[in-house]
């Protein structure tokens, strides 16, 4: 019980992460053209971080395909390459190699980043299929699945 909440905790610390860099992107990226701009101002700010936590070890040296689609259809795929539990690449390309894409529209994750139990919300669009990933290679699928089931079973 403890490991998956230290799991769960870890997972969040990155997602979290992620989802915030991200939040303030997506009303651009579907509604506006001031997206490039936005995007290189948190690429400039997000490049060249550590990440933290129990999780390091897992998302250290990582390659993770973002795609977001939003409620015209639009798709946004953001790349974000870890190195040394550094972020190394947060680009809106899709990287080569990736360990995991991730598949998610942006009401699911405004929901998410709305909702005051953010983990539950997750957990449950994990549970829904509101959230979708396919790993690469065996050992990211088993590190995905255990990952993913330690969040479906959280809620």
Do not use: S
């Given at each position: 019980r403890r490991i998956v909440k230290t799991t769960i905790s870890g997972i969040m610390n990155i997602q979290l992460l992620l989802v915030l860099f991200l939040v303030a992107l997506l009303p651009a990226a579907f509604a506006h053209n001031e997206f490039e701009t936005q995007f290189k101002g948190l690429q400039s700010q997000i490049v060249g971080q550590s990440l933290s936590g129990p999780l390091t070890k897992y998302f250290g040296d990582e390659t993770i395909n973002l795609h977001l689609t939003g409620s015209e259809q639009e798709n946004v795929v953001i790349g974000v390459q870890t190195e040394n539990s550094v972020v190394k690449v947060l680009d809106k390309v899709e990287l080569?190699?990736?360990?995991?894409?991730?598949?998610?529209?942006?009401?699911?994750?405004?929901?998410i980043l709305g909702n005051k139990n953010q983990a539950t919300e997750l957990g449950s669009s994990l549970r829904d299929g509101k959230i979708t990933y396919q790993a690469h290679g065996f050992f990211n699928k088993i590190k995905y699945l255990f990952l993913v089931s330690a969040m479906k079973s959280k809620t």
């Open positions: 080569q190699n990736a360990d995991v894409d991730i598949y998610m529209t942006d009401e699911v994750l405004f929901n």
